[in-house]
């Protein structure tokens, strides 16, 4: 007699109580994660004296620019491990690999507290890096699968809410430790939060099997999507505005608003607030209207930036303020363009949300060496905020050239099938969405189904060929 097996709860079906747990265990890895990569910048002076005495001694500016080498190796990481581990790990199940993933930030985490050198604590940190993006890919998988239906924008809030979160909290208390204790210290106790992390996510994170049938060449046909790019573009820029301020975080707050050392976690705790609150937000709009977010979202972003070089001169207060705002409004943007290239990347989904990572920490890598360059050359710590205007200012526009290329592509689309509304019986009925880009995205499924045989398959194309042979109407997506 054959045994029925009872087919498997969906992962939004499990109690409240466990959800929450499951949850939580899952912002756990990333509060680790953002303490990391944040509390760096916090401490960059005290680690530069630590290891760049010499330097530090003979050219202040320029040893914390060096110092910032350190930053731009852990996002190099994020950048090299985000689609490295996301196609490497396509056979794997979710639970399997964001465990996996937070025994490796563990390990990267302690090798940064305890290399001798410079040269070794910035390979440190490159190791540590890795896992990041892939971490949160999975985890914002993982929750918009808990959160149910619908609420994949919430489900990105969650998974990123522990980065927000380590930056009120985590953050200006483990930057207080490393003034304290040494930097060295503040390494250590990262690591053992991600141990706790590994035994939480075992513990309260339901099983979810891995998908049957997938291979690392099915990811890769993500790759070819230009949309894809031009979306990673837009995060890589546009965020890197917010970072070219952020890895000098420690300098501004003395040298610019001419407040003291101890004022450092406060500044932290107003930017980690700011994340915070505009994280939840991002979440909700995204869920709402993503292009309204975009559109919306950059204007206010840039002109936080413009406030803060403003009012942050000689001004404790102003700085505080315009940290506040300037993450407010960068964090409300981040679920947007998580789920945009969730969208895009279709069944490659663990791609496509590690790849906003990447993009972000390209922002990371790239914002602190322009940053960097800029302190160098002598212009001084206000010199990063100008930077960081013209980099928020290129990623908007970069959003705007995009939303219209895919507006101009629904109307191209639109026009080819009213070529063929003769050979129909009645008029080719309009289905309007909400995103500009539904009727392009129809074209690109097209396009893929001719270079790969993974690709979906899309009956409106076949419709489309097929027009000469068939009769009734063709619903037709539009961008609103």
Request: cysteine-free; charged content about 10%; aromatic content about 6%.
């Amino acid at each position: 007699m054959t045994q029925i097996t009872p087919a498997r709860s969906a992962p939004h079906e499990i109690s409240s109580r466990r959800r929450a747990l499951a949850l939580a265990a899952i912002a756990l890895g990333g509060v680790g994660i953002g303490a990391s990569e944040f509390a760096t910048m916090g401490l960059l002076p005290g680690i530069a004296d630590g290891l760049l005495s010499a330097q530090m001694a003979a050219d202040p500016d320029a040893g914390i620019a060096r110092a910032g080498m350190l930053i731009t190796a852990y996002a190099l990481g994020v950048v090299v491990g985000a689609p490295t581990l996301a196609l490497l790990s396509v056979r794997w199940s979710r639970t399997s690999m964001i465990t996996g993933l937070a025994v490796a930030l563990a390990v990267g985490t302690a090798l940064s507290a305890v290399m001798p050198t410079f040269e070794l604590t910035v390979l440190a940190r490159f190791l540590a890096g890795v896992p990041h993006g892939a971490y949160f890919g999975v985890a914002s998988l993982l929750a918009a699968s808990l959160m149910g239906p619908g609420s994949q924008g919430k489900g990105v809030a969650v998974a990123l809410s522990g980065l927000t979160l380590a930056n009120l909290v985590g953050v200006p208390l483990m930057t207080a430790l490393g003034q304290v204790a040494g930097w060295r210290s503040v390494y250590l106790v990262i690591a053992a939060l991600f141990l706790v992390t590994v035994v939480a996510l075992r513990w309260a994170v339901p099983a979810q099997e891995a998908v049957a049938g997938r291979r690392a060449r099915d990811e890769i046909v993500a790759l070819r999507r230009v949309r894809l790019w031009l979306i990673m573009g837009i995060a890589a820029t546009g965020f890197a505005g917010g970072f070219a301020v952020f890895s000098y975080v420690a300098d501004i707050t003395t040298q610019v608003a001419g407040g003291t050392a101890a004022l450092v976690p406060w500044v932290l705790a107003a930017a980690g607030l700011g994340m915070t609150l505009g994280n939840v937000l991002g979440g909700v709009v995204t869920d709402i209207s993503l292009r309204g977010t975009l559109l919306i979202g950059f204007p206010v972003y840039i002109a936080a930036l413009a406030g803060l070089f403003l009012g942050s001169q000689g001004s404790p207060a102003g700085l505080l303020i315009g940290f506040f705002a300037v993450n407010v409004a960068s964090s409300a943007l981040g679920p947007a363009l998580q789920t945009w290239l969730i969208s895009v990347a279709h069944r490659s989904e663990v791609l496509g949300a590690s790849l906003n990572q990447a993009a972000f920490n390209v922002a990371n890598a790239l914002g602190a060496a322009l940053g960097g360059a800029v302190i160098a050359g002598g212009l001084g710590y206000r010199a990063p905020m100008l930077v960081a205007i013209a980099l928020a200012s290129t990623g908007f526009l970069l959003v705007i050239g995009t939303l219209l290329g895919l507006r101009l592509r629904a109307a191209r689309t639109l026009a080819v099938l009213r070529e063929h509304e003769s050979t129909y019986t009645g008029s080719i009925p309009v289905v309007v969405t909400e995103q500009a880009e539904s009727a392009a995205e129809q074209t690109e499924q097209v396009e893929q189904t001719e270079q790969t045989e993974q690709a979906e398959q899309t009956e409106q194309v076949e419709q489309v060929e097929g027009a000469s042979s068939r009769t009734g109407g063709i619903p037709v997506p539009v961008g609103s």
